[in-house]
């Protein structure tokens, strides 16, 4: 039972009577603690196990420098298969004279790249025909033109 002031004994009365409380106001820490370092405990062993993937070192993205001079963009349509047939720009040109007129365009460009542009359903061998034309045809760097995700 908690203890009575005496100062409240020989004052007059005047209404209640104060208590005061002899218990510590105080919040007992050490549980609260325990508590705190089983749950990091078990957070710390659950992580590792919650990581879901697979370990894969991607390529660093950069901004690529603006090409100067004139591009060479060469299109491999879908219609390549039937009539081998391929875009230099805007001229529409037979695969058998890809060769020539490639190398009629890079004999005075400064920087030897074509850039190869292909249909979605165009198979990676056909890209690769066209690709060894141009290689044959004396091109340094074949670049492969996509669409980026926001281009949709």
Known sequence: MPKVNAADDIAPHRGRRRRVAT??????????????LVLLIIFMVAAPMIQRGIDVNLPVARRAQPITGERIDVTVPLTYRTNHVVFIGQDSINVANLQERIRQKIETAARKD?????????TLGELMEVTDLLKAAGVENVGLVAKGPEER
């Open 23 to 36: 218990s510590l106001a105080e919040i007992n820490v050490v549980p609260l603690v325990d508590v705190m």
């Open 114 to 122: 074509v850039y190869l542009r292909g249909d979605r359903g165009v």
